[in-house]
Nanobody, 120 residues
Framework: QVQLAESGGATVQVGGSLRLSCLVT????????YGWYRQPPGQQRSQVAG???????KYADPVKGRFTLSRDHAANTIYLQMNNLVPKDTAVYYC??????????????WGQGTQVNVST
């Protein structure tokens, strides 16, 4: 099992930057995927950035070139650096990992979410 705790959400102005953090505790050696999702008001949750171990990082088209996903193994923390923020980036951001639970099986874990507001 793992526990995820996000932080870093805030209200920023258009063009500003934020770095979201996700502290992961527990069986971090079994992580085979990590990433960030977001859910704007009244909309469905969607993936923003993700990394399945052994494959290239992936970013959603609206954030390519502005957001950067990274992981600090020593600190057990996953980051999402967000630059040049725009109002459409306003959402609750969720950290998510998949843990390997057996041959060909995995279990998803989610954080509680952190709110990002981009104001004009």
């Amino acid at each position: 099992q793992v526990q995820l705790a996000e932080s870093g959400g805030a209200t920023v102005q258009v063009g500003g930057s934020l770095r979201l953090s996700c502290l992961v505790t527990g069986n971090t050696d079994a992580i085979e995927f990590y990433g960030w999702y977001r859910q704007p008001p009244g909309q469905q949750r969607s993936q923003v950035a993700g990394h399945r171990i052994g494959l290239p990082l992936k970013y959603a088209d609206p954030v390519k070139g502005r957001f950067t996903l990274s992981r600090d193994h020593a600190a057990n923390t996953i980051y999402l650096q967000m630059n040049n923020l725009v109002p459409k980036d306003t959402a609750v951001y969720y950290c998510q990992v998949d843990l390997a639970t057996g041959v060909g099986s995995r279990r998803p874990y989610w954080g509680q979410g952190t709110q990002v507001n981009v104001s004009t």
